[in-house]
C-alpha cells in the first residue's frame, strides 16, 4: 500500500512537491514510479527512478518533473515545477509493471487560472 501526499490547487507556473511513503520495504533494487490518471482517462506513467538511481520521464512533463526517492524511508518524491492545466489529475506511485503492488488513494492536483 502506497500514501500519496502533497497534492493541492495551483495556478500554472506553480510548483508542488509530492511525497509517496510504502507501507513495505521497498528495496533500492526495485523500480518505482509515479503514475497519473484522468477521470474516465486510463491511468499513466510519468515518471520512474532505477535501482541504479537513473531516471525517466515521459515527454510531457521532462525537463519540469524531478523523481526522487529515499530508500531508507521507503519515501519516493516528485517535485513538480512549471505546473501547466494539463498536468490536473490524481498522482500515484507504485513499482514499475507490468506487476504492480496495491495502488494507494493518489493525491489530487489542479492547475487553474
Known amino acids: 500500500q502506497f500514501d500519496e501526499s502533497g497534492g493541492g490547487s495551483v495556478h500554472p507556473g506553480e510548483s508542488l512537491s509530492l511525497s509517496c511513503t510504502a507501507s513495505?520495504?521497498?528495496?533500492?533494487?526495485?523500480?518505482v514510479g509515479w503514475y497519473r490518471q484522468v477521470p474516465g482517462d486510463k491511468r499513466e506513467w510519468i515518471a520512474r527512478?532505477?535501482?541504479?538511481?537513473?531516471?525517466d520521464y515521459a515527454a510531457s512533463i521532462k525537463g519540469r518533473f524531478t523523481i526522487s526517492r529515499d530508500v531508507a524511508k521507503n519515501t519516493l518524491f516528485l517535485q513538480m515545477n512549471n505546473l501547466k492545466p494539463d498536468d490536473s489529475s490524481a498522482y500515484y506511485c507504485?513499482?514499475?509493471?507490468?506487476?504492480?503492488?496495491?495502488w494507494g488513494l493518489g493525491t489530487r492536483v489542479i492547475v487553474s487560472s
Open positions: 507504485n513499482r514499475i509493471g507490468p506487476i504492480y503492488f496495491n
Open positions: 513495505r520495504t521497498l528495496g533500492r533494487d526495485i523500480s
Open positions: 527512478i532505477n535501482s541504479d538511481d537513473s531516471t
